[in-house]
């Protein structure tokens, strides 16, 4: 099987345009509020070009998850990248509607968590998913993560501050930085 996940690139806009229109309202549940102007090829080109710099500072790893095809089918991002004697970041990501239930989540964090572990170094990489959204919990179980906790009106999500079930998966390899 062909990597799920690339880095995602400026010429994306459009793919994911449109994933992002044909996705508003299965997405919304998940999401922060988005302007209208988030859902055109500007929006996505904007938001394509903030994560690269985020990634240029060595904050971030944005990247397109993939379908069999080699289609666009959602987005994985590690974010918040800490060095130091925290070693870690915050990974999110999402699939389009008509992507979910075929093991593509599952198969891009395991591949983004090798990534974080193996190239970066890192020794935690944590997630957080809506105490309802019990498909992520379901993909974040089988590649290994433990929620380890709660976090009462974590994120502001669909327009309120909601709970959110907290995860986590060490990599215990890593040494101390010196």
């Avoid at 935690?124 to 590649?143: G, Y």
Wanted: glycine content about 6%; overall charge negative; some cysteine.
């Amino acid at each position: 099987m062909a990597s799920r996940i690339r880095v995602v690139v400026p010429s994306d806009d459009e793919e994911l345009t449109e994933l992002q229109v044909r996705n508003r309202d299965f997405l919304a549940p998940w999401d922060p509020l988005r302007e209208d102007d988030y859902f055109t090829v500007a929006g996505q080109r904007a938001d394509i070009e903030g994560a690269l710099a985020r990634h240029v500072r060595g904050e971030a790893m944005p990247w397109v998850v993939m379908d069999d095809d080699g289609a666009i089918a959602g987005r994985l991002t590690l974010t918040g990248i800490v060095r130091g004697p925290f070693q870690s970041c915050s990974m999110g990501y999402w699939l389009a509607e008509d992507q979910t239930r075929k093991g593509l989540a599952t198969d891009a964090v395991r591949a983004a968590v090798g990534f974080a572990f193996n190239q970066l170094k890192l020794h935690r990489v944590q997630a957080e998913t809506l105490v309802d959204n019990v498909a992520s919990q379901r993909v974040l179980t089988k590649t290994d993560f433990e929620q380890y906790g709660r976090a009462p009106r974590y994120l502001r999500i669909a327009g309120r501050w909601q709970d959110h079930l907290m995860f986590q998966r060490l990599n215990d390899s890593v040494q101390s930085p010196s």
